[in-house]
């Protein structure tokens, strides 16, 4: 008997069954089952309580596990405690291996056993404890004696569907082997590892398998058989279903399922983990603000040079892996510097991880660790299927409704195969829709996010109850479309190759070898090496991407960028972020809102509040030409402020007569960011106060150029109309006109209308010409441009801006269109209307729309297109280039070769040494037959003025051809565009 209960004991260790019932004495009295006392009854070893449980008060070793709670199916047949309550609404008759107790409720949690041994209870009729197993029917009999009170605790733990530890996927239950996370023995079975594991991928065995990971309880990626699987990182865990048995249960998955774990401890993980001593705080906040109750970690990554936090809060810098510094409040607390080899942790008192944090003291060592494998989930709503694309929709297209979705350009689409992959993005609209797949479609807000989370070879899944999508994007998408990638990439390469692109062909070409080495490694990799090989291919490919870029040396480069920097320190790191980005100008806010950016001394002109002890404009110079960028003050011109804010009384908001009307009479406009004020630029006194602003930054800071921004009336809309019915302007048209027609009524079919729509443009045209004459006769070296709508011919008749005239009259030096656009149709379109209005009587910088996270591709494809036209570019904003999906892609691709303007002095000597760089470094290295001619166009280079650059080209066509003729020819066509042609000076160096 002794042997056999040994036994039973045993076979029990390796069940999770949660809680048990203990007498209220301390019995002793001698069992007449097996022989056994009173006291001889405990909780199997290893059974886990972490979960359902009931036991009596005083005897902790006799707490038992409740493993299921009124159960959906069939009374379970293997060792079990089942809780069964008045909601249950069946009958039950008890199994003959079964014994049942009824309970009667005393309090709150607490029952008193009212009858023993059972046979069978009718549906909602009382409280119920059915114990199964010949060891939990003795430990009954025993414990659970008539008028035993007992307590059952954490009941909303317990499942109603399994008695084990398992993860359930709809009616599919997969047990776990080993009854816990992160076991394996190499038997046939299901595993389950989560983001406690050592590794990122988990053991596998000889056996085939099939590995499923599981993000926020979904599935959110099925591998092929014996495809290794990442564990998440964050929110979820890994399946390893081993064996042909637990393979084939993997056939009726799919992606998108939900899935519940029940019996399990599952460490969810965090994106970082702090340590120090025996103490580990999960976070997940990272470089963003810090908000009430949080914690922080601040990287060198984050965008600025200081934590920016206030003085409430706790702070610890870690340099070295070493606490250096400790801010308190009231001691300097907040705002701590960020160090280069380290990080900061901000937090606040009433945070949970405080108390782990305060007893830290500077010496102790800090280590911070990041989540392994992120998996990248999203979901968003949907409006509907196969309808017409509203305003502010997003809808999804299938074969229903035809091959191809019939939209127009304005939104953004996403394209999904019949395998539920991402396959392609489309911006020009009326996508094809793949056989069995379907297309995301989406205008206005939904467009932006869908920009946000298109990534190639993402798994999309539609749940048409909630009317949501998920688009879930894992390390082996990431990795799969890497090696996609890698082989487009080697074909490029060659293409550059033979085309003698100004790329570094052996770095290129030694990358490629070793990229090929390690994906074929990878199929032998074990779960150690796996990680950092498949990391290390995704982070080859996207180097060997921007390696295969060329750049060039003379371009403008720049960016528009919103202020927020508060000291010398901000700016600085900002000007460093640009400089390292390859930039050579910004365009920073100066005017705006209402206020100016920078310390006024004119009366009746406000300084922001936020700059009254600090003066960006003064800092950004001065520190931008220490690193060599130029600096230009942007004003967003007539633009005044929000609506809802408040002001004060002299404010220009404020002044009568100084806001333009709408057509009913509004004195706001509304546009996508919400309802803005916009001054009157006809009023006399506004266009005055105006110029004096421009001509102070122009007289009182080394600018190297102004730059206008709203510069035009309020867009249309249909709350209020177009504008520019004040009456000064109203009344002067009419005299103009010698009409007596109101302009209220006039509307685009009446006959005024053209003339209306030009007086207009003429009002904002004068205005353009009044200020940059103005800041000429100040400093006539500074560069005026202007920020314009792509659409020009379309905007003379809704926001009155007739950018061609500014160009035609010489108004401006250059002209910024923002071309934020991902429609190739739409860029080429609008590019090619800038090009004719500038045609070498400006300036034109295109206008990037890096804020609405536009794909790579997107954005190298409107960058080359720059270049074919030896244009500028400028990025809205640089905050957006500094993230990651651009910095990089800017850093060491496109700008990876710094660059001097085209109005700089030296930027023609700079082009002929570049051309003289790339014969010596490419063209001869990689031709064959033309090292004589080439050195001797060398020599013609060295003696080029713009009188001659003509004979040089003439050279080039008679001795050269192929790629060496076609890429000189290209450069030279650079060179006199960029310099000659804009009539700027020419000197060699």
Known sequence: ???????????????????????????????????????????????????????????????????????????????????????????????????????????????????????????????????????????????????????????????????????????????????????????????????????????????????????????????SV???????????????LCGEDAVKKAAALKVGQTAESFYLNINRGSQYTIAFGDTKINCNLINSTRGAKATVIYTPDYRFATTGTGEQGYEYTVSGGVVTAITTPGQGGGNALIPEDGFVISTLVDSSEYKLLKDLKI???????????????????????????????????????????????????????????????????????????????????PRIKLLELYRPGASVFIDDEKKTFTV???????????????????????????????????????????????????????DTELASLRNNVVAGVKKLYNLLIPSVAVEDRGAWHVLSEKNDTDVRHTVKLAADLGLNYIIIDTWANGYTYYHTQLEGVLIHPRYTDFDPLESFIRIGHEYGLQIHASFSVFMAGGRRGTFPADHPTQRDGWLTLSRNGDNYGINGDGEFYTLNPYSAEVRAYLISVFKEVAERYDVDGIHYDYIRFPQPNPNNGDFGYNEDLMEAFKKKYKTSVNPVDITSNHPLWADWCQFRCDVISSFVKECTTEIKRIDSSILVTAAVFAGMEEMTTSIFQDARSWVSGGYIDGLFPMMYTPSIDNFDKYGKRALSATNDKAYLHIGLGTFEFFPNDTILWEINYTRKNNVGVCFFTLDSIIKEQYNAFVREGVFKRKAVTTDSPEAFSVAVGDLVRRIDEIYIPLSEGYDDKLNELKNLLETMTEKNIALVRAYAQANLDGAVLERVSESLVSIETLTIKKGFSLKLS
């Open 1 to 223: 008997m002794k042997k056999y209960r040994a036994f039973l004991l045993l076979l029990l260790t390796v069940l999770i069954t949660v809680s048990g019932c203990i007498p209220s004495g301390n019995e002793s009295e001698e069992s007449d089952v097996n022989g056994l006392t009173y006291d001889d009854y405990k909780a199997p070893e290893g059974e886990v309580l972490d979960f359902g449980t009931v036991n009596t008060s005083g005897e902790p070793d006799k707490t038992r596990a409740i493993n299921i709670l009124n159960p959906v199916g069939a009374l379970p047949v293997e060792d079990c405690i089942i809780y069964i309550n008045k909601d249950y609404n069946k009958a039950v008759t008890v199994p003959e291996n079964a014994y049942c107790i009824e309970l009667e409720k005393a309090h709150l949690n607490n029952f008193k056993v009212l009858t023993l041994d059972v046979k069978s209870f009718e549906p909602n009729s009382g409280n119920f404890l059915i114990f199964i197993g010949e060891y939990n029917i003795e430990f009954a009999k025993i414990v659970y004696t008539e008028g035993k009170i007992l307590t059952l605790n954490r009941l909303n733990y317990v499942s109603t569907v399994v008695h084990y530890p398992a993860v359930c996927i709809d009616d599919i239950s997969l047990r776990i082997n080993g009854n816990r996370a992160n076991y394996f023995d190499n038997n046939d079975g299901i595993y389950l590892f989560d983001a406690s594991y050592g590794k990122g991928y988990a053991e596998v065995g000889e056996k085939a398998f099939i590995q499923i990971a599981f993000f926020n309880n979904r599935i959110a990626y099925i591998g």
């Open 226 to 240: 014996n495809e290794q699987v990442a564990i998440p990182g964050i929110n979820g865990y890994l399946l390893s």
């Open 363 to 445: 010496g102790d060592g800090v280590s911070l660790t990041a989540a392994k494998n992120i998996y990248i989930v999203n979901t968003l709503p949907f409006n509907a299927y196969n309808t017409t694309r509203q305003a502010e929709f997003t809808v999804i297209y299938n074969s229903s409704h035809g091959s191809s979705t019939r939209t127009n350009e304005w939104g953004y689409e996403i394209i999904v195969d019949k395998n539920g992959k991402v396959i392609g993005d489309d911006g020009d609209g009326n996508a094809a829709i793949p056989a069995g797949g379907f297309v995301i479609s989406g205008i206005g807000v």
């Open 472 to 526: 879930v994007y894992s390390p082996m998408d990431d990795y799969n479309e890497a090696v996609k990638r890698l082989a487009l990439l080697k074909e490029s390469a060659v293409s550059a190759r033979n085309a003698l692109l100004d790329i570094d062909h052996n770095a290129a070409d030694a990358l490629i070898a070793e990229l090929d080495s390690a994906v074929d490694k990878e199929t032998k990799a074990t």
